[in-house]
């Protein structure tokens, strides 16, 4: 690995494994956990940093000087990607999606700062950027560029991910993560064996598209274990929230002191939960959820 990466990743903290206790859990007679990947780092959280570190090595081994990729106003993955562009001296540029807004959100602020171009870009073409699924394929693309799909998703993505289900160094029943574009599931799935029950769930409305991404990523993989992907609790689709799931996100945190952020981890814990108290589980089973970090995402507009 290049030198510039290899001194970042040793600032990196670990991603501890710990059990949530509590007397409903234990009255449910079920085990969980969490990997906190949240903890990594506070800016390249979670699932992000896992997905690119692979990314970046192959980028910076190409000699690029300049990672490119797409993502909301509040995203995670530019947030992450801007920053680590200025630490590993790369240019960085975004496609956001919509219009320019009047007040830009928190992310957008910092990504700024961290001198990432933005081109605000309408829905329609937005959507078409999600067809170029190739570091190479971005139309227009040039020599030293390197383009990152949404949320990462290039086939060196999983390998990241592989790294953290292989710290799990304890046996577990069922494995859980929150899904965007699912790459991150892609992943888990890819480096599982077949005991386990892997359920991804869909911060998005539509969970069959979300499927079918996860499919294809998966093309070279044999992946003959049980994995599913669960849309019940979207909470009326992408970053929207709802008084029971703060509720829920303001219990677990008084209880666990872990926060949780509601685009992602909030409702795969709701989820969970409510999976666990309609008895989906089995007494004794032992339920590991991914942490995948995005708390800077539920800053408030300032
Ligand atoms: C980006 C993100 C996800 C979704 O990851 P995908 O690999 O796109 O499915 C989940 N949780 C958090 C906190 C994220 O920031």
Not at 122 to 135: E, M, T
Not at 137 to 154: K, N, R, V
Not at 224 to 246: E, P, R
Not at 253 to 276: A, R, W
């Amino acid at each position: 690995m290049h030198p510039n990466l290899i001194a970042l990743q040793n600032h990196l903290h670990p991603s501890p494994l710990t059990q949530v206790k509590s007397s409903w859990l234990r009255a449910h007679k079920v085990e969980l956990w969490l990997k906190r990947d949240d903890l990594i780092h506070p800016i390249i959280s979670g699932n992000k940093w896992r997905k690119l570190k692979y990314i970046l090595a192959h980028a910076l081994a190409q000699n690029s000087h300049t990672l490119i990729s797409m993502g909301g106003a509040w995203s995670n993955h530019l947030h992450a990607l801007a920053y680590v562009g200025q630490l590993l001296n790369l240019h960085t540029r975004a496609f956001v999606r919509g219009e320019a807004p009047a007040q830009l959100s928190p992310t957008l602020q910092d990504i700024m700062r961290w001198n990432m171009q933005l081109t605000f870009t309408i829905r329609h073409d937005y959507q078409l950027l999600r067809n170029y699924k190739h570091w190479q394929a971005l139309p227009g693309w040039q020599t030293g560029q390197y383009w990152l799909p949404e949320g990462g998703a290039l086939p060196l993505a999983l390998a990241g991910v592989q790294e953290m289900t292989n710290e799990i160094d304890i046996p577990y029943d069922y494995l859980c993560v929150a899904c965007g574009t699912g790459t991150t599931l892609a992943g888990i799935i890819a480096n599982q064996r077949a005991e386990k029950q892997v359920i991804g769930f869909s911060a998005l409305k539509d969970g069959a598209f979300l499927s079918a991404d996860v499919q294809q990523m998966l093309t070279e993989y044999r992946h003959a274990i049980n994995w599913h992907i669960n849309s019940d609790y979207h909470f009326g689709g992408f970053a929207k929230t709802n008084a029971v799931l703060q509720q829920f996100m303001h219990e677990f945190m008084q209880e666990t002191q872990i926060v949780l952020d509601p685009v992602y981890t909030g409702k795969m814990c709701f989820g969970i939960y409510d999976l666990i108290r309609q008895g989906y589980f089995q007494a004794g089973d032992r339920i590991i959820a991914v942490h995948t970090g995005g708390l800077q995402g539920s800053r408030p507009l300032s």
